[in-house]
């Protein structure tokens, strides 16, 4: 059961699509007080109440503790102290002894979330503009709450089948060349690689929906070059859209009066990559479809999936913020530079970036009312997404399109992806990959992953290892570094064969993760979850963080700690361990539920797999399209008559119908030994 509930004058922001009519009765389980502006929302926390949400943030799983903040900031130092990074999605679950409640604050603004931070025994939230919808979400478990939830706010977006294949991307990666060495390079040593990224350096300085002729002098021609060895090209889109007379997209939005305005009625304009630039007020429903349309230009080509970037939005500073700086290193040219003059002028200069001041100085059109940024600025990047998907819509709508973006708010996640942002090379990063997961997945972001081996730092052979056997598991799996760090494509290390062969184990998974992805998308469910939301009455598994469900049926416990030969792992049931070190090269241990540590060299990850549940192995391919789901091998640990029931579709189509697309492979058990005519069962544990 959802309730609504209505503060000050709530803006649309797209998150919800059910209808639902404020109650007048007062919202249950908080306290309200209202402070024009502000709202706050007060609950006593019991002892032992946990709290699951937030979506994409840092730390825990479970976020009582500390405070957060609903404000899509581009922070690539994701650190424990931080209080939010690209993306607000403001859900809350509430479980404990008798308590099991949702609730969402759509809110578009910032909000302050302090979850036991000022008293350990309460959780404030506050909404700083005081105008907001609040949804108070009821139900019997954890997994339905969820369930709910996207219910209010929308079907999970669904990717075309390639984008489970493996993504090699780098910032630097500028040309058909650099392209061709990245594909060449996987392909002659046989390592799975079905897309390469192109970051900004493939446009002309750095225009969005240009590329320069000099790295690409034939677009079409590249792209469908790649296509024929099973490879897609998929290029980066930035939110700021360079000002320089002559260049299409900027003459149009100015002369149509698409970028966001100051309050004298001017252009806003802040720096990004391609220097001063415009940012399109996408909270407009004609800016996003004249932006949208623009994809259309790397549609023709034959492009078919992007990533959107940039779009909190980040602004490296204005010509306000930027004269000021100027300003204050006048005034302290000469001087001898102490304490308090030397960070004054350090500071006037990183001070201009992504700056409050500068959030306040322009406007957007919101179904015909002007709202200053800072009261809408967490819905900037959700918008941007939503313009690429009419796009696509537009040009093909009976087609899917791969678009996974930087920024994102509730609601995003019917348009595209997610990836987690400018992480680090650090074995921290790894863990926060994973503890991310079941947070974005609640909040109905399915299609997510990390850059895996790290975005920023160097990373290191058997960090890029372990990482890739997180990664294996993720739906977005893409290898992604800045640039200055040092190489990091697979085939640049000395243990290569290793990393091959975990992306092997990926692609002999990818039937099944594909059909454990679209069933969730398809009934409202979770991909990854807290071991919590399967086992509710198993007060050890309410706390483990760094094991996670994923699918109906396995379980997964990377390891995430430099030099470690092994980990701790928690069962709450019986379970199968497949200790993977290929597609064709594992171990099948049946284990008991309880504490287990299990020995894990470097080249080798273990999948869990529940007690009487099966699931199929198919035979790996260096691309998507060429993997063989037709007769699988089935590993399992059971005892009876057993079967798996997969889904599969044709990878495009956009409207896919979930019962047209289901398979049941049948286990037959007869004295000790199991039969079946569609897939071998030579590896199924019986007992
Ligand atoms: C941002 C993105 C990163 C990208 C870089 C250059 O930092 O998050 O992924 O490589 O910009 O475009």
Known sequence: MIRRYDFGTPIRTHAVVQTLIPETAPMPFFTVEQQSPEVSFTLALHRDDVIFGLGENVRGVNKRGHLYHAWNSDDPSHTENKASIYASHNLLLFYGENRCFGVYFDDPGDMVFDLGYTHA???????????????????????????????????????????????????????????????????????????????????????????????????????????????????????????????????????????????????????VWPGRSYFPDFLREDVRAWFGSKYHLLLDAGVEGFWNDMNEPAIFYSPETLEKAYEAADRLRGVNLGINEFFQLKDAFTGTSNSMEDYRRFYHEVDGRLIRHDKVHNLYGAMMTKAAAQGFHAYDESKRFLMFSRSSFIGAHRDGGVWQGDNCAWWSHLLLNLKMLPSLNMCGFLYTGADVGGFGCHTTEDLLLRWLQLGVFTPLLRNHAALGTRDQEVFRFDCWEDMRNILRVRYALIPWLYSEFMKAAL?????????????????????????????????????????????????????????????????????????????????????????????????????????????????????????????????????????????????????????????????????
């Open 121 to 271: 025994a309460e959780a404030k939230i506050t909404s700083r503009e005081g105008d907001l919808s609040v949804y108070v979400i009821e139900a019997d478990s954890l997994t339905a709450l969820c369930r709910e939830f996207r219910g209010l706010t929308g079907r999970s977006y669904l990717p075309p089948k390639w984008a489970f294949g493996y993504i090699q991307s780098r910032w630097g990666y500028a040309s058909a060349e650099d392209a061709r060495f990245v594909v060449e390079n996987h392909r002659s040593r046989h390592i799975p690689l079905d897309a390469v990224c192109m970051d900004i350096d493939y446009m002309e300085d750095y225009k969005d929906f240009t590329w320069a002729e000099k790295h690409f002098p034939d677009l079409k021609g590249c792209v469908s070059e790649m296509k024929k060895d099973h490879i897609r090209l998929v290029p980066i889109i930035d939110a700021g859209v360079k000002q320089q007379e002559g260049y299409s997209v900027c003459d149009e939005g100015l002369e149509k009066g698409y970028f966001c305005k100051k309050e004298n009625g001017d252009p806003f304009i802040g720096a």
């Open 523 to 687: 009934e409202d469910g979770m991909l990854f979850r807290p071991l919590a939301f399967d086992y509710p009455g198993d007060r050890l598994a309410l706390r483990v963080e760094d094991q996670m469900m994923l699918g109906a049926d396995c379980m997964i416990a990377p390891v995430y700690e430099q030099n470690a030969r092994g980990r701790y792992v928690y069962l709450p049931e019986d379970m199968l361990m497949i200790r993977f070190r290929s597609d064709a090269d594992y171990d099948l241990v049946p284990m008991e539920a309880g504490h287990h540590w299990i020995d894990l060299e470097l080249h080798e990850m273990p999948l869990f797999i529940r007690r009487g549940h099966l699931i199929p192995l198919a035979k790996a391919a260096e691309y998507v399209d060429g993997i063989d789901a037709s007769h699988p091998v089935l590993l399992g640990w059971i005892r009876e008559n057993t079967a798996v029931t997969l889904y599969d579709d044709d990878g495009f189509n956009a409207s896919p119908v979930l019962a047209e697309g289901l398979r049941t492979i049948s286990v037959t058990v007869e004295d000790g030994c199991a039969r079946s005519v569609q897939a071998d069962c030579s590896r199924l544990v019986i007992d």
